[in-house]
């Protein structure tokens, strides 16, 4: 997973590893992410970043790609010529995802937006894929949907923006069926493991009817959409 803080905030990536293993699937996910990063810094090494070295050295099975947010919207030719670069280094046998980010409220007002720009984002990378095998993930396009379905609940936390950890669990939902091809309906809501010390880590923590609403709504994005 190659993104930013809206890849690896609430222990995304591990959620998506734990989903996986509870269908036995086990995954081994792992993440090159830096809080602000876009792909011209990941493609650059910037911020800490060796996503470039990963990608040349390793072969893995699944790359997902997340751009700055409002990239997609403000420097589409930026996004695309990034991305058109590291999947020129990118295994041909990895199958690859760009990760479609959700709308908040400083992304409608900064472009002039009135209605939700989730949809925006998507057609933008949809329209800018370096190969007909790149696949969307709509995790935006299930925030939407989520927030239409229960106005009174937020998947933002207090800087309306970043995942809280009910937006990260939807997310994680979303982005373990588009590559599984397999419902979420019936995952934990928590999971921990004890570490050497024998305490418990906890992966993730959701109530559990916050869990069964994500679960419905990634289903229905990524089963039930045209």
Known sequence: MIGNSFTFY???PMTVEQFSKYKGLNWEVH?????????????????????VDKI???????????????????????????????????????????????????????????????????????????????NILPVGRAFDLFQLRFPNQTLFTSDNKHPNPIGSYLAACV???????????????????KNNNEKDIYY???????????QLVADEIVFDSN
């Open 10 to 12: 609430y222990n995304l």
């Open 175 to 193: 982005i373990f069926s588009k590559i599984s091809n397999q419902s979420s309906l019936g995952f934990p809501r928590r999971v921990f493991e």
């Open 56 to 134: 040349k050295n390793n072969t893995y099975t699944h790359l997902i790609f997340q751009e700055y947010s409002n990239y997609p919207l403000v420097a589409i030719d930026t996004t695309q010529k990034y991305l058109n670069l590291m999947h020129k280094i990118a295994n041909h046998n990895s199958r690859k995802f760009l990760y479609a980010t959700w709308s908040y409220p400083n992304i409608l007002k900064n472009n002039n937006l009135s209605t939700p720009s989730s949809k925006i984002i998507e057609d933008k990378l949809e329209n800018i894929k370096p190969s007909l095998d790149f």
């Open 204 to 214: 993730f923590i959701v109530e559990e009817k916050m869990a069964k609403k994500c």
């Open 31 to 51: 993440q090159s992410t830096a809080g602000g990063a876009s792909f011209k810094h990941h493609w650059n090494s910037e911020k800490g970043l060796n996503s």
